[in-house]
């Protein structure tokens, strides 16, 4: 196995270092093949997965900026050649490409967006207010600034799950009311800390939960999600092999009861009355795999990520039954 795979630069000179890739390609080896790496970033999936011998990777990012860092390194060897790149969501992979041997999907934000105050992704560096994935829709000042109390409460308690929700959406309201309109992600930060309690050592930031829940629901990432593993099981050829990385437990808990779903040979969820019994789509290789002590000392991102392997079998793709995937009824019911 490869043991030497760089680091990407991301535009402020940092190492963006790709989470559990080497678990990932331990679990999937031997890589060989076509693959699609259906969260491109940076592309350090990519690189990795070139490294152990993937013939040809289909690079997909819905973000402009991934594919114009990507023009400065990947017509160069020992890539050019064997990248693909394409313009959109994972959530429509199989319109992309077909018959693959593997498909991997990093959930979390990319150091590079996290990095950039422009983004607006972090409550750590000021910058508008954005966190658009794809630079394009709702941002997250319009959200914030439009949406009414209880939206943003429900937001907040289902996609972030923060036990101030109310608290926090009322504070919202008011000072966008009172004060001024929020443009900025201090700006917001700093609401949430008068509100909260101050972090002690060891715990995460006060506007961590909002933050994630505001992102999450401005870039329709369950959505995207759930469409996403639909996707790959209808594009992965059998014995093609299936890499999720998450990053909270909601979106663990959703790839691991799709994995369930489709591994299973029941017929029917605990909701849904029993059907006739299905050849499963999946046969999970795994269960959750978490960073090692080493991985945490060089990438402290990595601490809450979570990798879930699976291969395909040859059954036909079916829909997954939403109601079982551990979501709220209001984002079920929405989609």
Partial sequence: MTTDIPPVAAPDKKPHIPVLLRPLLRECAPIRGRWLDGTFGAGGYTKGLIAEGADLVYGVDRDPLAHEMAQSWINEPPYAGKIKLVLGTFSKLDEYASDLDGVVLDLGVSSMQLDIAERGFSFMRDGPLDMRMSQDGMTAA???????????????????????????????????????????????????????????????????????????????????????????????????????????????????????????????????????????????????????????????????????VARRTDAPALDVDRSDLGLPKSVVSSR
């Fill in 142 to 308: 319009e959200f914030v600034n439009t949406a009414d109390e209880g939206e943003i409460a429900a937001v907040l308690f289902h996609y972030g799950e923060e036990k101030q929700s109310r608290k926090i959406a009322r504070a919202i309201v008011k000072d966008r009311t009172e004060k001024a309109p929020f443009e900025t992600t201090l700006q917001l930060a700093g609401l949430i800390e008068r509100l909260l309690p101050r972090k002690k050592p060891g715990q995460s930031h006060p506007a961590t939960r909002t933050f994630q829940a505001i992102r999450i629901a401005v870039n329709d990432e369950f959505g995207e999600l759930i469409e996403g593993l639909e996707a790959a099981e209808r594009a992965l050829k059998p014995g093609g092999q299936l890499a999720v990385v998450s990053f909270h437990s909601l979106e663990d808990r959703v790839v691991k009861r799709f994995l369930q779903q489709r591994a299973s040979t029941g017929g029917g969820s605990r909701y849904a009355p029993v059907q006739e019994a299905k050849t499963p789509g999946f046969e999970q290789l795994s269960k959750a795999i978490g960073p090692d002590e080493d991985e945490l000392v060089d990438n402290p991102r990595a601490r809450s990520a979570r990798l879930r």
